[in-house]
């Protein structure tokens, strides 16, 4: 497939720019700076602004899905704010280039605990996270009103580490997943191959996911 990558650099971006490019589909990365990526079979990368929609749409032309692990960094005080105008320009290019097919990882915090409460609004849920959950959080709303594209919307599990590839993982949707009593983890790496099988199998078209390590 030809595959265009957004976040390519970030935790979770770098694991899915080498799952792509393990099975052999042609990768196309957007970054501010093209030099921080080496170049690699399969690989193209350009030089792009995510905040720009006519620069995403430019870059993005071609590509038969687009794959976006963006996040503006869980540093930044703004990450809120600079969360959602980041996806909402990468929403525009996507729909100015017209390429129907998009996948965007969230976070866990929008998962439901409970009937009617998401992980985000417990008491216990971190302070230094809250403002970049509940921006993914918002995203997904949003993108559940866009018609104009076939989109996915993956919130990894409540642990999300590094780890090695098993290729093995649960799919879940709405709900955090547990293992036994305590919440369900999954490795970056595995996390990469549920969404790259994703992008090929397209089980999850309009609708959230999770994948989990059993």
Not at 3 to 25: D, K, M, N, P, W
Not at 78 to 97: E, M, R, T, Y
Request: glycine share 10%.
């Amino acid at each position: 497939m030809k595959i265009a990558l957004i976040g390519a650099t970030g935790f979770v971006g770098s694991a899915l720019l080498a799952e792509a490019l393990q099975r052999g589909h042609s990768v196309t990365a957007l970054h501010r700076n093209p030099a921080k990526l080496p170049a690699q079979a399969g690989l193209t990368v350009v030089q792009a602004d995510v905040y720009d929609a006519a620069q995403v749409a430019a870059a993005v032309a071609g590509a038969e899905v687009v794959i976006s692990a963006f996040n503006p960094g869980w540093d930044k005080a703004a990450i809120h704010n600079l969360f959602l105008k980041g996806q909402d320009a990468i929403v525009a290019g996507v729909k100015a280039a017209g390429v129907k097919r998009f996948i965007t990882v969230g976070g866990a915090g929008s998962l439901y605990v409970a009937p009617g409460v998401q992980l985000v609004d417990t008491p216990d849920f971190p302070a230094e996270w809250k403002q970049g959950a509940l921006a993914a959080r918002e995203a997904l709303t949003r993108i559940r009103d866009e018609a104009a594209l076939d989109w996915t919307f993956v919130s990894p599990p409540v642990f999300l580490a590094p780890g090695e590839r098993s290729g093995q993982y649960q799919l879940g949707g709405e709900e955090v997943p547990f293992k036994g009593e305590a919440p369900a983890g999954i490795s970056v790496a595995d996390l990469a191959v549920a969404i790259v099988d994703e992008a090929e199998q397209a089980k999850h078209v309009k609708a959230r996911f999770t994948a989990f390590n059993a």
